[in-house]
């Protein structure tokens, strides 16, 4: 048996990655670098809801930035607040846009605990919504991954244009960390990368237990023949939308995450280069992986932020050549190659002709 | 109690009518084999009843429910399974895995989040696998299956739903002879317990197992009745076995 399919080898390694990325603060004195490597975890959340999203559910899902960006905006906008008092009650850009009260998109802001939480319900409600619509008429693959785009370019388009509200294309600039009672959340101390890695572990170890469990197990059938589960007796769109709010939740997560560590959200997030670079990171590390993903996201964003002043203009097309090669070459990324190469090891040494293990290395048809 | 009634079923293709005034009963327990030359409406009949297609005129009751025009997912849970034409298995999970979705007791996706194990599948994937001749199989991905292990996988997912009524069209396309043999004696088996529906062309299959035989022509009944009336009737020489009986 290929130890990649071993579900208790996949535990193990799960405990071992988390270990060694929880030891980073250990060794980086740096709290910049800190800030930084935080920042991939919450990139490592994107990709882990695409990985759920696309790989598992077989929903490609090229608007991942609406969940993120929605959810970055709600932190931003709670995070803003706290810093206005009764003397100073509005946030001065929109002084600027010479608005003369608060708009009541902002009142509840005011509460942070109410604010975290609609941060976190409002697009996971809108996931739902947009979701259930789009599976129920039963729009699917490359159609619905063109109407997530459509609707990201939207969204991105609104949030410039109300600029009164959002501050337009400067984004909102909190101009105090996050304030959890009495407890400020420094961005580049341990505890806020802790933090960061917390939810990603919890994340992860849901997303696994989810694929494990019999919904999971509907959810990848549905992503081989969706209209045979049907006949089953499921209901498809049901499970389509679960699986789409789920990862967009992950999302919203990961863009408060993202706002608590950079104390800045702009359009940028609604950007359709960032939502496509999410599904690039789960394509190159693997989307049939949750942790490939992850991984994905870090070596990309990690090779970016090293090898992209190198390049500076060509890193996209470096990026995108690199892209086309995990494509052609490595179909399941390189999660999938690790697991040939486990798989050629564990038949030479044991050979099994009754085993799954065995027969994944043959070229199966319609990969 | 009537089990599977159709009654003036119609369903037309823009202006081209497909199913014609089709009316036919399906009694509780028997071996119903539905035949026609090609475009006679067989496949699209299985459509109609499972859900697939909307009918345009008619009414299909099962067990009293009216089901016409309920969604695929409401109709397989009141009890009607379906083989599919081309078998249509889920390729990249084990056979395993195919079974275990196909045993939908449980269909709820959040209620499902947190269920692991279904109680009642080991013992009912030991009984439905020994029963299709899976059990050495169950651990290979259903893609490399051969053909007629193919078509026993899907036979073995409509029987993991534990239907009242078994829709297979064209069980035994493509089999050999000793495949053919062995899914003869599978259904003989299932014939005891099920009420089955069968599309099927190999005439040789049909006089096999049918206990009752239905043939269909331009979308509406032709004939029906036990086998030798049906292979003596001039009708269905003329329009189906002509060619083939001489």
């Not at chain 1, 920042?39 to 991942?64: D, R």
């Not at chain 1, 509005?90 to 942070?112: I, K, Y």
């Not at chain 2, 997912?73 to 999970?93: E, N």
């Amino acid at each position: 048996m290929n130890p990649y399919h071993n579900v208790k080898a996949q535990w193990l390694a799960y405990g071992v990655f988390f270990a060694l990325l929880a030891l980073v603060p250990m060794l980086v004195s740096d709290s910049f670098l800190l800030n930084q490597f935080a920042t991939y975890g919450v990139f490592g959340m994107l990709a882990l809801s695409i990985s759920l999203c696309w790989g598992f559910g077989g929903i490609l899902n090229l608007g991942q930035g609406i969940p993120f960006g929605l959810g970055a905006y709600g932190m931003a906008m709670t995070m803003q607040m706290q810093t206005q008092d009764a003397s100073n009650p509005m946030p001065p850009f929109m002084l600027n846009n010479s608005l003369d009260h608060l708009p009541l998109l902002w009142e509840p802001f005011r509460q942070t605990a109410l604010g975290i939480v609609l941060a976190l319900a409002v697009p996971t409600l809108f996931c739902a919504i947009f979701g259930g619509l789009m599976f129920r008429a039963r729009v699917s693959g490359p159609f619905f991954a063109i109407m997530t785009l459509a609707m990201l370019s939207a969204w991105y388009t609104l949030i410039l244009d109300i600029q009164p509200y959002t501050n337009g294309a400067n984004g909102i600039t909190p101009p105090s960390p996050l304030k959890l009672g009495d407890y400020a959340v420094d961005p580049y101390s341990p505890v806020a990368y802790w933090s960061v890695l917390a939810l990603l572990l919890v994340a992860t170890v849901g997303a696994k237990l989810m694929t494990l469990s019999r919904f999971g197990l509907v959810v990848q059938a549905v992503r081989g023949d969706a209209e045979r589960v049907r006949f089953l007796g499921y209901n498809v769109a049901g499970y389509e939308t679960t699986v789409y709010t789920i990862a967009g939740f992950i999302a919203a997560v990961a863009g408060c995450c993202w706002v608590v560590l950079t104390q800045y959200v702009s359009p940028a997030q609604f950007d359709t280069t960032f939502s496509l670079s999410m599904v690039i990171w789960a394509g190159i590390g693997g989307r049939l992986s949750l942790i490939g993903a992850i991984i994905g996201a870090f070596l990309i964003q990690g090779a970016q932020s090293y090898l992209g002043d190198t390049f500076l203009n060509t890193w996209l097309l470096v990026l995108g050549a690199f892209f086309i090669l995990v494509v052609r070459f490595l179909p399941k990324g390189l999660a999938g190659l690790l697991e040939s190469i486990l798989g050629r090891f564990s038949t030479s040494s044991k050979s099994n002709g009754n085993d799954v293990a065995a027969h994944r290395l043959y070229p199966q048809p319609g990969e | 109690m009537s089990f599977l009634e159709i009654k003036h079923l119609c369903k037309s293709f823009d202006t081209v009518p497909v199913i014609n005034d089709f009316s036919i009963e399906i009694v509780e327990q028997t071996l119903c084999c539905l035949v026609g030359p090609n475009g006679a409406g067989k496949t699209t009949t299985m459509d109609l009843i499972t859900g697939r297609q909307k009918p345009t005129s008619g009414q299909i009751t099962f067990c009293d429910d009216d089901i016409t025009g309920l969604d695929e997912h409401q109709i397989a849970r009141l009890g009607i399974g379906r083989k599919f034409q081309v078998p249509a298995v889920f390729r990249d999970l084990s056979v395993r895995q195919n079974l275990e979705v196909a045993f939908s007791r449980s269909t709820n996706p959040l209620k499902n989040i947190f269920r692991f194990r279904e109680p009642g599948f080991s013992q009912r994937l030991d009984q439905i696998a020994t029963q299709t001749g899976l059990t050495e199989r169950l651990g290979v991905e259903a893609g490399i299956l051969s053909h007629g292990e193919t078509q026993w996988l899907e036979i073995g997912m409509v029987l993991m739903q534990d239907p009242r009524l078994l829709l297979l069209d064209e069980p035994v396309a493509g089999m050999t002879e000793a495949e053919i043999e062995k899914t003869v004696s599978i259904f003989k088996e299932l014939k005891k317990t099920n009420t089955l529906v069968v599309v099927e062309h190999d005439m040789a299959f049909v006089r096999e197992i049918a206990d009752v035989v239905t043939v269909m022509h331009m979308g509406s009944l032709l004939a029906q009745g036990p086998i030798r009336d049906i292979e003596a009737d001039p009708r269905v020489r003329e329009v189906y076995l002509g060619d083939e009986e001489g």
